[in-house]
């Protein structure tokens, strides 16, 4: 489905934000903690790609 047809969703987007933001603040100088914190970022964005079909 091309991007134009996608419907804006604030909520969606605002979402987004905050994981880029725990993205960002990620500590690679503690690798257990980067590492469980990565896996769950990849869960959430596993869940939002499903709900929302995207």
Do not use: C, Y
Not at 1 to 17: A, Y
Request: net charge negative.
């Amino acid at each position: 489905m091309p991007l134009t047809r996608v419907e804006k969703n604030d909520n969606l987007q605002t979402w987004f934000r905050k994981m880029a933001k725990s993205i960002e603040s990620l500590d690679f100088q503690d690798w257990t903690s980067a590492g469980r914190q990565t896996n769950q970022i990849m869960t959430a964005l596993d869940e939002v790609q499903q709900f929302h079909e995207l």
